[in-house]
């Protein structure tokens, strides 16, 4: 079942064309509509793997000590542990697509929320959840670390993410933003 989210306030959209659910946590694969400037910051995956393809446009990615630049046709893996973001710093949207593998349920529930959060206006001009317990949630849910000095701030979400736990702010985010997701 194809579900497509969009974020009114990047104006970026995700179409998933497949879930962990629906391929026994094989797989998921989202088609993602990048506008011009938006991208991620340096971050890594412990228990998956993401190939990125493009169709349209050009999507830039930066490793530890490269950059690469797809287009349309072209693609590149980014292998579980490695450091990368992802950016388009072209005039025009980028569409390209995200296969994660094995799947992770996580990662697609942590997209569902981040755009809920923002069509709710619980996020800044970026896109970033304004609730500190809300950003632990969807960092530990989507398998996303920092690396470098940034890593410096682990524990924080750590004990950021116990909290939340506690107010099981986690399950009301899913249900609010998944489960009933239109």
């Known amino acids: 079942m194809k579900k497509t989210i969009i974020n009114p306030v990047i ?3 995700i179409t998933f064309t ?4 629906e391929t026994n946590g094989r797989i998921s694969t989202l088609v993602v509509k990048l506008m011009p400037g938006g991208g991620t910051p340096m971050h890594y995956h412990k228990n998956f793997s993401e190939t990125f393809v493009v169709t349209e446009g050009e999507l830039t990615l930066y490793l530890k000590n490269m950059v690469v630049k797809l287009l349309p046709g072209q693609k590149f893996i980014i292998e579980k542990g490695q ?6 710093e072209f005039g025009a949207p980028v569409v390209f697509t995200t296969i994660v593998q094995p799947g992770f349920s996580g990662f697609e529930n942590a997209l569902c ?5 923002a069509r ?6 970026k896109g970033i ?4 317990l809300d950003l632990a949630v969807v960092t530990r849910m989507s398998d996303m670390h920092q690396p470098g000095a940034l890593a410096l701030l682990s524990p924080l979400l750590i004990f950021f993410n116990i909290l939340a736990r506690i107010g099981k702010v ?4 899913i249900a609010k933003y998944c489960l009933n997701a239109e």
């Open 113 to 117: 929320i981040l755009y809920g959060l």
């Open 18 to 21: 497949q879930t962990a659910a």
């Open 11 to 13: 104006k970026d959209e």
């Open 170 to 173: 986690d399950k009301k985010l």
């Open 83 to 88: 450091a990368h973001r992802f950016a388009n």
């Open 129 to 132: 959840p304004l609730s500190l």
């Open 120 to 125: 709710d206006k619980r996020t800044n001009g």
